[in-house]
């Protein structure tokens, strides 16, 4: 055991505890306990498209190419080579 702290003490204290919290208090945290609040700014974007721009414009083109065969294939029989 820890020197100086007896089990009456100790559950003294965490009977205190469980109270305080059933009754909503909260214990007032130590000066100890708060780490110092370090900030870090975001980094400016860079210029030129973003990498989210890029997928999303490359998606966009997937789907209207596909959309287009697609009706080239209907509308147009044999106008496309088959495949295989």
Not at 13 to 21: P, Y
Not at 44 to 56: K, N
């Given at each position: 055991?820890?020197?100086g ?7 003294r ?21 708060y ?10 974007p860079e ?10 414009l490359?998606?966009?083109a ?11 294939s209907?509308w ?9």
């Amino acid at each position: 055991m820890m020197a100086g702290v007896t089990t009456d003490d100790a559950e003294r204290r965490l009977a205190e505890a469980l109270r305080a919290r059933a009754v909503g208090m909260q214990p007032m945290p130590s000066a100890q306990s708060y780490a110092p609040l370090r900030v870090r700014r975001a980094a400016p974007p860079e210029p030129g498209m973003s990498v989210r721009t890029a997928l999303l414009l490359a998606l966009l083109a997937g789907v209207v190419l596909g959309v287009v065969l697609g009706l080239m294939s209907f509308w147009l029989p044999g106008a496309l080579p088959p495949i295989g």
